[in-house]
């Protein structure tokens, strides 16, 4: 099992990118996953080595009861939740596809969650704990599937962090070496049992991580604040000085 990179719960070590300038963070502190429902003995075993102190849960409550993380000794937990209840496309709180007759408008779900408040004040919360220079050990976020809450939250940390966006796009679609795979058992099961293959589709792409939904969360953010820098230091409260410091801290040239 690979400390860096875990397909299976869409966890990586964001120490496998280098930003515009040649620098990467250090290994072994900064992390996003999807849920930490029910690991496994070895998951367990592997999460416990890296020692993380602060784990950011984006989920909403009923998601978060519905399948609670597993406690990691030592670990501090923080609840941040995007979106105040269930949102057919972004949560996963055990809700069937069988409820809903079309499939979710994932660019304009994308939308909102750069601007509603909850959202923005839950992205701001996570980026000022990351970026806390009192801060100490390793950090994990995560929403459930660790793509689209949890990737939007890591949006802002690389582009604060002077990666470029074909990297930023790189890391987010990851999620699909993970995500894809549900997305096909869903759409085989929804064709099967409900013989609707729109909707079969629908779910099937709202489950990918795609450039249209990340796009769209972008031209968003350029439209309403006046690009990714004025929400970063205007909206989320990341200063220059902050990132500097961070920087200084957390950064090697490779």
């Not at 220079?133 to 390793?138: F, H, T």
């Not at 949890?150 to 999620?175: C, R, W």
């Not at 972008?218 to 230091?233: A, M, P, R, T, W």
Request: hydrophobic share 35%; glycine share 6%; aromatic share 12%.
């Amino acid at each position: 099992m690979d400390n860096r990179q875990y397909t299976k719960r869409n966890f990586r070590d964001l120490s496998i990118y280098t930003n515009e300038e040649g620098y990467s963070l250090k290994e072994g502190l900064f992390f996003r996953s999807g849920k930490l429902y029910k690991l496994s003995k070895k998951e367990l075993e592997l999460f416990n080595d890296l020692q993380i102190k602060t784990i950011l849960d984006f989920r909403t409550p009923g998601e978060q009861e519905n399948k609670p993380d597993t406690v990691l000794p030592g670990a501090s937990c923080h609840t941040l939740p995007l979106v105040e209840s269930e949102m057919f496309g972004i949560t996963h709180e055990g809700k069937k596809p069988a409820r809903y007759s079309r499939p979710p408008n994932m660019p304009s779900l994308y939308r909102k969650l750069v601007t509603a408040d909850i959202a923005v004040n839950a992205i701001k919360g996570a980026l000022q704990m990351i970026f806390d220079p009192n801060r100490e050990g390793p950090i994990l976020w995560h929403c459930t599937e660790g793509k689209d809450r949890a990737g939007l939250v890591t949006v802002m940390f690389l582009y604060a962090l002077g990666y470029s966006l074909d990297t930023i796009y790189e890391d987010y679609q990851k999620t699909n070496a993970s995500s894809e795979p549900k997305g096909k058992r869903y759409r085989a099961l929804i064709r099967v049992f409900m013989f609707n293959n729109k909707l079969a589709q629908g779910v099937y792409q709202a489950m990918l991580a795609s450039k249209e939904y990340l796009d769209a969360a972008i031209d968003e953010i350029n439209k309403v604040y006046g690009g990714l820098s004025q929400f970063l230091h205007n909206q989320l409260g990341i200063t220059q000085e902050m990132i500097d410091i961070f920087k200084a801290k957390y950064m090697v040239k490779k």
